[in-house]
């Protein structure tokens, strides 16, 4: 499932993921699943047709990732492969970094990050006159709503409901997510 919020120049896409490394650090071996959330940039397009036409809408290069994932053999509510990266190299994303507010409370930490989107967006790299004041109050306010569907999408995995693998999950490198 995805989960788009737009503002003006950027938005945040939201999607449940399955996921095992074909190269995993030490101690990440294993299929990994949770929920993947990435601050995008965003393109109105031209119309295509008349006034009534509908617009396209280009979700673009990422910006910020935050990964909400757990080892698959592991404890529910363990966190223990949650990350996030806080810069992107074109559609590359950094380095992994781990930090023990995150795992401890995600949901809580994502959501102070949202709310001062202005430090995140500084250190990914991104330039003040990237982002326009719409896109800053936009995430501010809609911030509750954004935790609050992460929530939700992290609750159908843990349910088995979301996060799973294509097929039978057998290939030794497997990804399945919109994001």
Do not use: C
């Amino acid at each position: 499932m995805l989960y788009l919020f737009g503002f003006d120049r950027i938005g945040v896409a939201v999607s449940d993921i399955y996921f095992v490394d074909p190269d995993p650090l030490a101690g990440q071996e294993g299929a990994e699943r949770g929920v993947r959330l990435e601050l995008r940039r965003l393109d109105q397009g031209e119309l295509k047709g008349s006034i009534y036409s509908a617009r396209p809408i280009t979700v673009d290069r990422p910006i910020w990732r935050v990964d909400l994932l757990e080892s698959v053999s592991g404890t529910p509510g363990s966190f223990d492969r949650t990350h996030h990266h806080p810069g992107v190299d074109g559609w590359e994303p950094g380095r992994r970094v781990f930090d023990r507010q995150l795992s401890q409370e995600p949901l809580k930490w994502l959501g102070e990050r949202l709310a001062d989107v202005e430090a995140v967006l500084d250190q990914a790299g991104v330039e003040p006159d990237e982002v326009g004041p719409a896109d800053v109050t936009g995430l501010r306010e809609r911030t509750p709503e954004i935790v609050e569907t992460v929530a939700g999408v992290l609750n159908a995995v843990r349910a088995g409901q979301a996060g799973l693998p294509e097929g039978d999950g057998s290939g030794t490198s497997v990804r399945a997510s919109w994001l």
